[in-house]
């Protein structure tokens, strides 16, 4: 079997010298695909992906991307390495234009970044619409897709977002995801958290239940959401 793209395996650790919140919690992802965390309040998802990206120590296990063991690297050596991390709060610049913005997540690159600010107007065309205005005035799905774009500009090779939907109208949340599928399709890995269960395992070509920072469930998304237990249990029936 070939490893997956991103794997953070077998991860035990918490934030600082406090108690550990993940116990031996394996994510991955493939590339080009979904892959969703999802379960209960205070179940450890967030931590989960942080942990991948570098923001906590693990006490045990490992990271690995395109079989590179990144395990001590810090998050800006990740992002170096092709990984973006969409926090779900305070995750723009609110006082800089949507343009500025955008601008921002080109820092590290050092070649033309005007064909992938394209790239991401034609993914979020409000956004092009939009640019000269503060990021700050935008709706909610818009601030979304602002700091989604600017992961983008990045160019990544994992796109981690965090709770992407909180906060959005149904509506917002559906033009999310088809943005998300589009950009997989692209073939960037996606690593996602959402409270949206249900709609985000419709999406996901794999999905991680996580209780207790364990993993409870693992297994495609289509078969989540058909398990009765995990339906039972974490969907509301």
Same mark, same amino acid.
């Given at each position: 079997?070939?490893?997956?793209?991103?794997?953070?395996?077998?991860?035990?650790?918490?934030?600082?010298?406090?108690?550990?919140?993940?116990?031996?919690?394996?994510?991955?992802?493939?590339?080009?695909?979904?892959?969703?965390?999802?379960?209960?309040?205070?179940? +450890?998802?967030?931590?989960?992906?942080? =942990? @991948?990206?570098?923001? /906590?120590?693990? #006490?045990?296990?490992?990271?690995? %991307? !395109?079989?590179?063991?990144?395990?001590?690297?810090?998050?800006?050596?990740?992002?170096?390495?092709?990984?973006?991390?969409?926090?779900?709060?305070?995750?723009?610049?609110?006082?800089?234009?949507?343009?500025?913005?955008?601008?921002?997540?080109?820092?590290?690159?050092?070649?033309?970044?005007?064909?992938?600010?394209?790239?991401?107007?034609?993914?979020?065309?409000?956004?092009?619409?939009?640019?000269?205005?503060?990021?700050?005035?935008?709706? +909610?799905?818009?601030?979304?897709?602002? =700091? @989604?774009?600017?992961? /983008?500009?990045? #160019?990544?090779?994992?796109?981690? %977002? !965090?709770?992407?939907?909180?906060?959005?109208?149904?509506?917002?949340?559906?033009?999310?995801?088809?943005?998300?599928?589009?950009?997989?399709?692209?073939?960037?890995?996606?690593?996602?958290?959402?409270?949206?269960?249900?709609?985000?395992?419709?999406?996901?070509?794999?999905?991680?239940?996580?209780?207790?920072?364990?993993?409870?469930?693992?297994?495609?998304?289509?078969?989540?959401?058909?398990?009765?237990?995990?339906?039972?249990?974490?969907? +509301?029936?």
């Amino acid at each position: 079997m070939s490893l997956p793209f991103l794997i953070g395996e077998q991860m035990t650790g918490g934030y600082g010298r406090g108690a550990d919140i993940l116990h031996v919690c394996t994510i991955a992802v493939d590339e080009g695909q979904i892959a969703v965390i999802v379960g209960p309040n205070g179940a +450890g998802k967030s931590t989960a992906m942080k =942990a @991948v990206f570098g923001m /906590l120590n693990l #006490r045990e296990g490992s990271v690995r %991307l !395109d079989g590179e063991d990144i395990t001590h690297l810090s998050p800006q050596d990740r992002v170096a390495k092709g990984m973006a991390f969409v926090p779900q709060t305070s995750n723009i610049f609110t006082s800089m234009t949507v343009e500025e913005n955008l601008e921002m997540g080109a820092f590290l690159r050092r070649d033309d970044i005007r064909g992938t600010m394209a790239q991401v107007y034609d993914l979020f065309p409000i956004l092009k619409e939009k640019r000269r205005q503060a990021a700050g005035e935008l709706s +909610g799905g818009q601030r979304q897709q602002v =700091a @989604v774009g600017r992961a /983008l500009m990045t #160019r990544p090779r994992v796109l981690m %977002l !965090d709770e992407p939907t909180a906060g959005v109208s149904p509506i917002v949340m559906d033009e999310l995801f088809d943005r998300i599928i589009e950009v997989a399709r692209s073939g960037i890995s996606i690593l996602m958290v959402e409270q949206n269960a249900r709609q985000a395992l419709a999406i996901a070509d794999k999905g991680y239940v996580l209780v207790q920072g364990a993993n409870a469930f693992t297994d495609t998304g289509k078969a989540l959401l058909a398990d009765p237990e995990v339906r039972q249990s974490f969907l +509301g029936g």
